[in-house]
C-alpha cells in the first residue's frame, strides 16, 4: 500500500508527494512558553514524532521543526503576575518543555526556532505583504487585509463575513474590517519592543510561523501539523499571509491532531460515588484543567504516556484518565515481561537485538514466521493508511502474543540443544517486535534500575524465595503459600518456571 495521508484542506485521504522527491519538510506549531507543560502540549510533538520516524523508515530525509513563541500577551501578563522577567519567564518554560520531550522519547526535532531570534524576517515579510497590498498599518500597529485574499477561509471553510478574529479586541477601532489580524502590533507602557518602520512594538502570533518556516524550510512545506484547536484562526492566518507573500502554496498536508480531553468532574465526591461524570473539555491552561507532564511523570513511566497518545488514530480525541494509563501500564508490563523471558531464552537484551530501520521485505519460512510476516505488513498497512498508530499498536499486542505462544510451543526456556533451531526462528520473530516499536518511538531502553536499592530489594526477594523452596523441601506448604499471598498483597508476582522462580512487581 501506498503512503496516503489525510489532508485538512481538501477534506480528503490524497497520496503522499513532496514538493523535493525523497525529502520531507514537517512543521509544527509549538508553546506559547509562559507556564509549565502540561500533558496536551506532548500530543502533537509525540505524533509528528512517530510521523517523522515512519517516514524515515520509509527512506525520506525529514527535517523537523517546532517553533517557540517567547513573546505573547500571555507571557507579559504571567511575568507582572509572577513579578519575573518576560525574557526569564520565556526561557525557563521553554527548558522545561524540552525536556519533558526529552523524556517521552520525542527525539526527532531537527530545529525549535523562537520568535524573538527571528524579527528581521518578520520585519521584511510584513513589508513585503504591505508593498503588495495585502497589509495596512494603522496607529502604530500593521494588519493583514482579508477582503483582499479571494480564498480566504478555504482551510476551515468559512466565508470571510463569518469570521471575527477573537485574539485582537482592543485593536478592533484600528481595523478596516473586523476579520483583519495583526501582524505587528504597537507597544504599550513596559513592555518588550522592538524597532519596526511603524514604530516599536512586537510581532503578532501568526506572523511568526510563517517568517520562520519559510526561512527553515523555503516557500512550500510538505507538513504542517497542529492541534485541531488551531485550524482557525492560527492556521488559516499563516496560510493567507504566507501564499499572499510568495504567490505559492504554502503547505501540501495540513495534519491536525485531536486534542487531549479531560472530564471536568470525576468520580471523587465522597458522598456521592455514583455521581455522573462531567463532560469532556479540552485539557488547556486557560481553562485551568491542565495536569503539567512533571506531575504524571511521579506516578507513571514516560513511555506510559506516550503509549496514551498513540493509542487512538492522531485525528481523534484522547481522553485523560488515570484508569486508561493504569491499563496501558499493564500493557506495557506484558512486554517487559516478554523482554525478560527473552533475555533468560537467548542471553541478549531486547534492546540490544539488530532490526531493520528501513522498509525492506521480510523472508519468512514455515507457519510461524508467515505468522509473523502477516502481522507486519498489518502494521505497516496501518501506517499506510494516514499514519494509523492506534491500529498499529494492537498489531503489536497480536505479535507479542505470537511470540509468547510459540516459545511455550517450543518450550524455549528449556536447555536444550534441539532448540537451538527454533530459538533461532525466535529471534527473526522477536526482530520484527523490535523494528515495529522503533517506529513508534517505544522500548528503546530498558527500564530504569537504581543500582543501589535495586540489589538490596534484589537480595530480600531472593531470601525470601530461597526461604519459600525450603519450606516447599520439607512439606511445609502452608508457609510457603503464605509468602506467595503476603508478597501478592505488596504487589510481587512470583512466577515458578524450568530453571528456578522468578519474581515482578505487577
Known amino acids: 500500500m501506498t503512503l496516503r495521508v489525510s489532508n485538512t484542506l481538501t477534506r480528503q485521504k490524497e497520496p503522499f508527494q513532496t514538493v523535493v522527491p525523497g525529502k520531507v519538510g514537517m512543521y509544527v506549531c509549538g508553546p506559547t512558553v509562559y507556564k509549565p507543560s502540561h500533558v496536551g502540549h506532548m500530543v502533537g510533538p509525540v505524533i509528528f514524532d512517530t510521523v517523522k520516524r515512519y517516514l524515515t523508515y520509509l527512506g525520506y530525509q525529514v527535517t523537523f521543526v517546532v517553533n517557540i513563541t517567547d513573546i505573547d500577551d500571555k507571557i507579559i501578563n504571567e511575568a507582572r503576575k509572577l513579578n519575573r522577567d518576560w525574557k526569564e519567564l520565556a526561557e525557563s518554560v521553554t527548558a522545561n518543555y524540552r525536556e519533558c520531550l526529552q523524556k517521552l522519547g520525542v527525539t526527532s526535532i531537527d530545529h525549535f526556532p523562537r520568535a524573538t531570534e527571528h524579527i528581521p524576517e518578520i520585519l521584511?515579510?510584513?513589508?513585503?505583504?504591505?508593498?503588495?497590498?495585502?497589509?495596512?498599518?494603522?496607529?502604530?500597529?500593521?494588519?493583514?487585509?482579508?477582503?483582499?485574499?479571494?480564498?480566504?477561509?478555504?482551510?476551515?471553510?468559512?466565508?470571510?463575513e463569518e469570521m471575527e478574529q477573537g485574539d485582537d479586541v482592543e485593536g478592533a477601532s484600528r481595523k478596516r474590517f473586523k476579520g483583519d489580524f495583526a501582524l505587528w502590533k504597537g507597544a504599550k507602557p513596559g513592555e518588550p519592543k522592538w524597532d519596526s518602520p511603524w514604530g516599536p512594538g512586537r510581532p503578532g502570533w501568526h506572523i511568526e510561523c510563517s517568517a520562520m518556516t519559510m526561512k527553515l524550510l523555503g516557500a512550500t512545506l510538505d507538513i504542517h501539523g497542529g492541534g485541531l484547536d488551531l485550524q482557525f484562526p492560527h492556521h488559516e492566518n499563516e496560510l493567507a499571509q504566507s501564499e499572499s507573500f510568495t504567490g505559492k502554496p504554502f503547505v501540501r498536508y495540513w495534519m491536525h491532531n485531536g486534542l487531549m480531553k479531560i472530564r471536568s468532574q470525576s468520580r471523587k465526591i465522597k458522598d456521592d460515588p455514583n455521581a455522573p461524570e462531567g463532560e469532556l473539555e479540552k485539557m488547556s491552561k486557560s481553562l485551568g484543567n491542565e495536569i503539567v507532564v512533571s506531575k504524571v511523570l511521579e506516578k507513571h513511566s514516560p513511555e506510559t504516556l506516550r503509549l496514551l497518545l498513540l493509542s487512538t488514530h492522531y485525528r481523534s480525541p484522547i481522553e485523560y484518565s488515570e484508569d486508561r494509563l493504569n491499563e496501558l501500564k499493564r500493557a506495557l508490563d506484558g512486554f517487559q515481561r516478554f523482554f525478560e523471558r527473552y533475555q533468560r531464552i537467548t542471553g541478549q537484551r531486547f534492546q540490544d537485538l539488530p532490526a531493520p530501520t528501513k522498509r525492506g521485505e521480510f523472508r519468512a519460512e514455515g507457519p510461524f514466521l508467515q505468522e509473523v510476516a502477516q502481522l507486519r505488513e498489518r502494521f505497516l498497512e496501518c501506517m499506510d493508511d494516514d499514519f494509523n498508530t492506534g491500529g498499529a499498536i494492537g498489531v503489536l499486542y497480536e505479535l507479542l502474543t505470537a511470540l509468547n505462544r510459540y516459545a511455550d510451543a517450543e518450550q524455549l526456556e528449556a536447555a536444550a540443544e534441539k532448540a537451538?533451531?527454533?530459538?533461532?526462528?525466535?529471534?527473526?520473530?522477536?526482530?520484527?517486535?523490535?523494528?515495529?516499536?522503533?517506529?513508534?518511538?517505544?522500548?528503546?531502553?530498558?527500564?530504569?534500575?537504581?543500582?543501589?536499592?535495586?540489589?538490596?530489594?534484589?537480595g530480600l526477594m531472593q531470601l525470601l524465595i530461597d526461604l519459600r523452596a525450603e519450606c516447599r523441601k520439607a512439606k511445609n506448604f502452608a508457609m510457603a503459600d503464605t509468602i506467595r499471598q503476603r508478597l501478592t498483597a505488596l504487589g510481587v508476582t512470583l512466577e515458578d518456571r524450568q530453571g528456578g522462580t522468578t519474581w515482578r512487581v505487577g
Open 420 to 458: 537451538a533451531a527454533a530459538k533461532q526462528t525466535f529471534q527473526r520473530g522477536v526482530s520484527v517486535l523490535r523494528e515495529l516499536s522503533q517506529i513508534l518511538g517505544l522500548f528503546a531502553a530498558a527500564p530504569r534500575k537504581d543500582s543501589g536499592s535495586d540489589q538490596l530489594v534484589s
Open 124 to 160: 521584511a515579510m510584513i513589508q513585503g505583504l504591505i508593498d503588495k497590498g495585502f497589509a495596512y498599518p494603522s496607529a502604530g500597529d500593521v494588519y493583514f487585509d482579508v477582503t483582499k485574499d479571494p480564498d480566504y477561509g478555504k482551510l476551515c471553510n468559512r466565508k470571510v
